[in-house]
């Protein structure tokens, strides 16, 4: 015979399992405030590479501009020297175009030089910021992974206290009918008890067949509502209401037995729902 304390235990297990299931729910949530920061840092290292490797290039072309204005300065000069040994018109012509020629290389390997020496000069500050960018980040980042761990922690504790609680009060309770009770609870939001009134679940609103009605008032043992799956009780209607017994459309205890199959197909389809939303 299902009691009032036996309705009272499980309300108060109703209670402990949905803040448990609460506390798993952010247990598994918390260390994803973390990605936002941890993708942020990605970027920024990644930058940090990138410019990096844009400063070992640029420095490379740096030193092949200054060996090839090297070698246009000496060939300008050596030319310029020749100047003096010459005895004929097309010699003269010959070297003042290598001359000429020489020093329009100069005057762009020291322009393409002055570029890549001001491009050298941002990259090193750009280097210089990012490096304080991240040692910054890292540092933020410790600290909050070390505030979350210690949260996580808190809850696992807070967890455990409630599954000891939990425990206690099953002890005497059929296993599968608080598996059962468990499940409910997570894919209804909290409730997994609810009174029926007249023949109406007051879970679902839906109308029962009297005679399933009358077995949950009777109270022999504990029944689940074939539409919502939750646990029933009869409550007595308030002074004045009248107990709502719909003769039609209420069919008959046979006709619960295709819904009770139904009923455990939505209820694993639920639970398997807020499994990928819990993992998500």
């Given at each position: 015979?299902?009691?009032?304390?036996?309705?009272?235990?499980?309300?108060?297990?109703?209670?402990?399992?949905?803040?448990?299931?609460?506390?798993?729910?952010?247990?598994?949530?918390?260390?994803?405030?973390?990605?936002?920061?941890?993708?942020?840092?990605?970027?920024?290292?990644?930058?940090?590479?990138?410019k990096n490797q844009d400063y070992e290039?640029?420095?490379?072309?740096?030193?092949?501009?200054?060996?090839?204005?090297?070698?246009?300065?000496?060939?300008?000069?050596?030319?310029?020297?020749?100047?003096?040994?010459?005895?004929?018109?097309?010699?003269?012509?010959?070297?003042?175009?290598?001359?000429?020629?020489?020093?329009?290389?100069?005057?762009?390997?020291?322009?393409?030089?002055?570029?890549?020496?001001?491009?050298?000069?941002?990259?090193?500050?750009?280097?210089?910021?990012?490096?304080?960018?991240?040692?910054?980040?890292?540092?933020?980042?410790?600290?909050?992974?070390?505030?979350?761990?210690?949260?996580?922690?808190?809850?696992?504790?807070?967890?455990?206290?409630?599954?000891?609680?939990?425990?206690?009060?099953?002890?005497?309770?059929?296993?599968?009918?608080?598996?059962?009770?468990?499940?409910?609870?997570?894919?209804?939001?909290?409730?997994?008890?609810?009174?029926?009134?007249?023949?109406?679940?007051?879970?679902?609103?839906?109308?029962?067949p009297i005679q399933f009605a009358n077995q949950v008032r009777?109270?022999?043992?504990?029944?689940?509502?074939?539409?919502?799956?939750?646990?029933?009780?009869?409550?007595?209607?308030?002074?004045?209401?009248?107990?709502?017994?719909?003769?039609?459309?209420?069919?008959?205890?046979?006709?619960?037995?295709?819904?009770?199959?139904?009923?455990?197909?939505?209820?694993?389809?639920?639970?398997?729902?807020?499994?990928?939303?819990?993992?998500?």
């Amino acid at each position: 015979m299902v009691t009032e304390n036996d309705l009272n235990k499980l309300r108060t297990l109703q209670e402990i399992i949905y803040e448990k299931i609460g506390l798993e729910k952010n247990i598994q949530e918390i260390p994803k405030l973390l990605s936002t920061q941890e993708e942020l840092l990605t970027r920024i290292k990644k930058t940090f590479i990138e410019k990096n490797q844009d400063y070992e290039r640029i420095k490379t072309e740096e030193g092949d501009l200054r060996n090839k204005l090297f070698e246009a300065e000496t060939a300008r000069e050596k030319a310029e020297k020749n100047m003096d040994v010459i005895s004929t018109q097309r010699e003269y012509e010959a070297l003042d175009k290598e001359i000429r020629d020489a020093k329009e290389k100069e005057q762009q390997f020291r322009k393409d030089l002055q570029q890549r020496e001001r491009i050298l000069v941002e990259l090193d500050e750009q280097i210089k910021q990012h490096t304080a960018l991240i040692e910054q980040q890292e540092k933020e980042l410790e600290e909050r992974r070390k505030k979350i761990e210690e949260e996580i922690e808190q809850k696992r504790k807070q967890v455990d206290a409630l599954r000891e609680k939990e425990n206690n009060l099953t002890e005497n309770l059929d296993s599968e009918m608080v598996f059962k009770f468990e499940r409910i609870i997570k894919n209804k939001m909290g409730i997994g008890i609810v009174a029926i009134k007249g023949n109406v679940c007051m879970g679902c609103h839906m109308i029962l067949p009297i005679q399933f009605a009358n077995q949950v008032r009777i109270g022999e043992e504990f029944i689940f509502c074939p539409y919502c799956s939750r646990i029933l009780y009869f409550e007595e209607s308030a002074e004045g209401e009248e107990d709502y017994f719909n003769t039609e459309d209420t069919g008959s205890l046979s006709d619960l037995d295709d819904m009770e199959d139904e009923e455990e197909e939505e209820e694993d389809e639920e639970e398997e729902k807020l499994t990928n939303d819990f993992e998500e």
